[in-house]
């Protein structure tokens, strides 16, 4: 009787086998999926190789190229947290501005910008989130112009030509447009997925035609030439926006010289002398600081990195003086600050239900779409569809360096 109440008290415990199993196959699956996402490190080490501020789009490369050699520890602290599943939705990007992924900044009010905005101020989305602003951008693939590299290059700073870097934009590409990705500019098996969305509207192939008929080429503007009409390369993969973080640190993530500390704003950099030895950041509400015996790279960002350096003691001594804050060293950093100039006046009125009106992309059918097949008009980039690069009259046609460019939205 004893045997045959054990055999049925382990008969009846077999029901908890399949769970358990697919429990730890779910776990097995987390830890080996590249898409997985990143655990933030709750207990950190007091000392590192290299600490790198921000995990944007720059600290995500540097956190994966320097992981490579095992030897070297790195810490990568981001002051915001990870990215989610409504961030990857390629065509809602507009409404991650000012949420808790965004630093929601806005510009100071100013006689030649953003005059028809509310305090004549503009939004200035900047990512507080793993990804940066990789998260919150268009997810447009523009490389830029051979020109400018080249005319860095002439200034002074050897390996920034357009043919030395070229070699590092392929390394990073995984380009899944098969009638690119084979060319001498483009490259596949990278970390960067590009491809055009899978979805368009007529309207993006009547835009390229309309550039062809006015006498410009329909090219692949990150390729020999820039010049002309294309539809819109982005960062997306299987109809999802692939960020930095993705790209970049969740394939690497469980490399035991990686650390990831989300929710730490670093608030200081320790010099001594003239050595950055190390940084101090907040982290639950309490400050904390760690050392690097080799290098504090700084990539917080075009806003935030020389606001950093300035709280350090790094920048206009005059400014630094009227802030309380004692000088390190005296340097102009933050005066060469630049943005995109952007107009959005030219507007037409489509007579066919054909465009991207948020009645028509924002249902069930569009989420269905989406969800289950990557596919359908969510996946178009911020509703940019088209590229143009176009020269005006102040612009040498025959020298290939376009004075303005086109971003062709199908929608209202």
Known sequence: MAVLATAAGLTAGLWMLPILMGMMGYMKYDELNPESHPRSKRSLDTEYDFIIVGGGSAGS???????????????????????????????????????????????EPQPTACLGLVDGRCNWPRGKVLGGSSVLNYMLYVRGNRRDY???????????????????????????N?????????????????????????????FVEAGMEMGYENRDGNGEYQTGFMIAQGTIRRGSRCSAAKAFLRPVRNRPNLHIAMGAHVSKILIDGKIARGVEFIRNGKPQRVRATREVIVS?????????????????????????????????VGENLQDHIAFGGLVFLVDKPISMMQSRYENLNSVIQYAMYGAGPLTIL?????LAWVNTKYANSSDDFPDIEFHFVAGS
């Open 61 to 107: 490369v540097l956190a994966n190229r320097l992981t490579e050699i095992s030897q070297w520890k790195v810490l990568l602290l981001e002051a915001g947290q990870d990215e989610n599943e409504v961030s990857d939705v390629p065509a809602v990007a507009a409404y991650l501005q000012m949420s808790n992924m965004d630093w929601q900044y806005k510009t």
């Open 178 to 206: 098969p009638y690119i990705a084979n060319t001498d500019y483009h490259s596949t098996g990278g970390y960067l997925t590009v491809q055009e969305a899978p979805w368009r509207t007529p309207l993006a192939t009547a």
């Open 150 to 176: 080249d005319s860095w290059e002439e200034m002074g700073n050897p390996g920034w030509g357009y043919d030395s870097l070229l070699n590092y934009f392929k390394k990073s590409e995984d380009n899944r």
């Open 382 to 386: 911020g509703g940019v569809e088209g």
């Open 300 to 332: 917080a960002g075009a806003i935030n990195t020389p606001q950093l350096l300035m709280l350090s003691g790094i920048g206009p001594a005059k400014h630094l003086h009227e802030m309380g804050i004692p000088v390190v060293q005296n340097a102009p």
